[in-house]
């Protein structure tokens, strides 16, 4: 059985004190959900603060990004382990943002996944296609290719702890979303792929999450499709009011 994922993605939006803010409302809004895991994906400098205004809570610490070292002279780099020793228990990998303003590739991707694994967090591996991709019809190939890229030499009892993120790069941020049944097939398709590289049992394991302009007026829809296990949530987990009517579109 999966259980549903709703993660905040707030990108690099909220100093310490609004994201202490922001965290403690969500805690107290959400202290009944006990059904499917909440994840707060804060900035790298607002994570001990989030860290402290969530504790005791069922909500779980997420960040954004990591290196694929444990130490070193990496300037400006955050490794796993100092975000497990923060608390986290998540990390968003290979987010579009990541791949189109700096350079990250499938390789880099697929680096982090391992040493995220290997550390104990769970990553939420971003994928999905640009708009030219998905109009020249190229949507399942560009998937294919960083599902390939991103399990790379990873054994089947790594592969089941992935948590995956279906995100058309054409849809964040925009106002568009995918329709249900467009978002469905990707999905399907990813679990298909998985069986392929792994087999069914470790497919059906794995979470699949939808992310791109989720909303309180789409939620419900999309999150009720079969294959769509969660989502992945940026400009609408910013407020308490909408992440929380999204978190409960989910229980419905
Ligand atoms: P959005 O972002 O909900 O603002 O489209 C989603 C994401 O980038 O994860």
Redesign the pocket.
């Known amino acids: 059985m999966r259980i549903p994922i709703i993660a905040g993605?707030w990108k690099m939006y909220k100093n310490e004190a609004e994201a202490f803010e922001l965290g403690a409302e969500l805690k107290k809004r959400l202290e009944d959900v006990v059904s499917l895991k909440i994840v707060l994906c804060p900035p790298f400098t607002a994570l001990f603060s989030v860290k402290k205004a969530i504790e005791g809570s069922n909500l779980f610490l997420g960040a954004q990004n990591m290196h694929w070292e444990d130490q070193g002279a990496y300037t400006g780099e955050i490794s796993a382990k100092m975000l497990m020793s923060l608390g986290c228990s998540f990390v968003i990998l290979g987010?579009s943002e990541r791949r189109i303003h700096f350079g990250e590739t499938n390789e880099m991707t697929n680096k982090k996944l391992k040493k995220a694994i290997e550390i104990g967090l769970s990553p939420i591996l971003c994928v999905g296609e640009k708009l030219e991709q998905r109009e020249t019809e190229k949507t399942e190939e560009v998937v294919e290719k960083q599902l390939e890229g991103a399990f790379e030499g990873l054994k089947e009892i790594e592969a089941e702890k992935v948590v995956i993120a279906y995100?058309p790069v054409w849809?964040?941020?925009t106002g568009k979303t995918a329709t249900p049944k467009q978002a469905n097939e990707v999905h399907r398709f990813i679990r298909e792929k998985l069986g392929l590289l792994y087999k069914d049992e470790i497919a059906e394991k794995v979470n699949i999450l939808y992310?791109?302009?989720?909303k309180p007026e789409n939620s419900n829809e999309l999150l009720s499709e079969p294959d769509i296990d969660g989502a992945?949530?940026?400009?609408?987990s910013l407020k308490a009011d909408s992440f929380e009517k999204i978190v409960r579109s989910k229980l419905s």
């Open positions: 993605n987010h995100e849809a964040i941020g992310g791109g302009s989720v992945l949530v940026g400009g609408a």
